[in-house]
């Protein structure tokens, strides 16, 4: 830069730069100069700005997929809630069927709304009936053979004359 002062152009003085007297390396800038800072930087911005819409653009199309993520999960949370009882409702289908439970005996005894609860009240109501009564087979029964006239006569002999039980 020289030391000089430029003179003032005719459109207000703004078109030159102009460094002050006191050699302080300082420069003023022209119109044209703080036109151009301001044109690059509105430049710097609008792209910024440009990229900023995009990326909100790009924001506002993931909450979109995102929401939608949402509904699916909900609706898996949904089915995956009711699994169980769509399980335990066929079970207890199956559980009657093989074992031939009542529906009546069904409707009061298989309750569970869980599948290993119902498995054990079916495991419990089949082991209950499949019990042993209290029948007892030989109940009243003499286990020795009756005695006949023979062996009454042959016992009294026994007694009477003991040691000689073969020579009757």
């Known amino acids: ?10 459109n207000g ?7 002050p007297p006191d050699d302080g390396r300082q420069e003023y ?5 703080v036109n151009r800072i301001i ?11 440009a990229g ?7 924001a506002d199309e993931l909450a979109k997929q995102l929401d939608e993520a949402k509904q699916r999960v909900e609706k898996a949370e949904a089915e995956l809630a ?15 069927t093989i074992h031939g439970i009542s529906d009546e005996d ?7 709304n869980d599948p290993e609860t119902l498995l054990k009240q079916a495991y419990r109501l089949v082991e209950q009936t499949q019990r042993p009564s209290n029948f007892v087979p030989r109940a009243g029964a003499n286990p020795r053979p009756p005695i006949t ?9 026994e007694a009477l004359f003991p040691g000689q039980a073969g020579r009757t």
């Open 39 to 49: 044109g690059e930087r509105l430049a710097r911005e609008r792209s910024r700005i």
């Open 52 to 58: 900023l819409q995009e990326k909100a653009a790009q």
């Open 106 to 112: 069904a409707a009061l005894f298989l309750t569970a």
């Open 149 to 157: 006239p023979e062996d009454e006569i042959r016992r009294t002999l």
């Open 13 to 19: 003085g703004n078109s030159a730069r102009v460094t």
């Open 82 to 96: 009711s699994l169980p009882q769509k399980v335990t409702e066929q079970l207890r289908k199956h559980i009657v």
């Open 29 to 33: 800038l022209t119109q044209e100069d």
């Open 1 to 10: 830069m020289s030391d000089t002062n430029t003179a003032p152009a005719d």
